[in-house]
């Protein structure tokens, strides 16, 4: 089974920025239905940011603008940059791939 691993995350100030990073055992994120997700304290979790099958990066609304997902051209990394940070920003981060599901990293937003 393929393994990711999310590192990067933290306490940050709202304001600031924090770059997520995702490695892959296999060059997993070289497919296109790939991304990051998150989860807030009681809330489901939701979309961030991810590749269509189109090559295109979607985001969701609430993250327009302020944060950028990239990706390695070997697939084994899959990054997400935040910036503006604010305090509905704080959560667990997963990255996935393909049904594959990292353990996740927290970043915790104050103001």
């Known amino acids: 089974q393929v393994q990711l691993e999310e590192s990067g995350g933290g306490p940050v100030q709202a304001g600031g920025s924090l770059r997520l990073s995702c490695s892959a055992s296999e060059n997993i994120f070289r497919y296109p239905d790939m991304g990051w997700y998150r989860q807030a304290p009681g809330k489901q979790r939701e979309l961030v940011a991810r590749y269509s099958s189109d090559g295109t990066r979607n985001y969701a609304d609430s993250v327009k603008g302020r944060f950028t997902i990239s990706r390695t051209a070997n697939g084994y990394t899959v990054f997400l940059q935040m910036n503006s940070l604010k305090r509905e920003d704080t959560g667990v981060y997963y990255c996935?791939?393909?049904?594959?599901w990292g353990q996740g990293t927290q970043v915790t937003v104050s103001s």
């Open positions: 996935t791939s393909r049904g594959v």
